[in-house]
């Protein structure tokens, strides 16, 4: 059974906001989407590497990484090595996989369901 997730905690999205020195103002409706930056991929999935995140800050950080692409996809063709590295990330820990599967594809916040299929699946 895939876990109920609906998003990152306010926490986690501090600490990724911090981290990454994202611009957020701290009242973001739509954190993921509101600051999603394909160009700031590369590092999402450098940061997804370190060994210290906790299970929410990982969410909130596979959160982002996915709306990214997303957006980097409607700009132009996104190159396999992201796609395989951000599935690699996601997958490292199988909860975050779920809550990713349960946010992105059953909650239907996302029509790119090939897009998705390719990182959660």
């Not at 396999?80 to 199988?94: D, F, L, Q, T, Y």
């Amino acid at each position: 059974m895939v876990p109920s997730f609906y998003g990152a905690t306010v926490d986690a999205q501090r600490t990724i906001n911090k981290l990454l020195l994202l611009p957020a103002s701290g009242r973001e409706q739509d954190w993921e989407i509101e600051l999603a930056d394909p160009e700031r991929i590369g590092d999402m999935l450098e940061l997804a590497e370190r060994s210290d995140l906790s299970y929410d800050e990982r969410c909130a950080l596979a959160l982002l990484t996915i709306a990214s692409i997303e957006e980097l996809m409607e700009e132009k063709e996104v190159p396999p090595g992201i796609i395989a590295k951000a599935k690699e990330a996601i997958s490292r820990c199988s909860r975050v996989r779920e809550a990713m599967i349960f946010y992105w594809i059953e909650q239907r916040r996302s029509e790119n369901t090939v897009l998705l299929g390719e990182i959660i699946s």
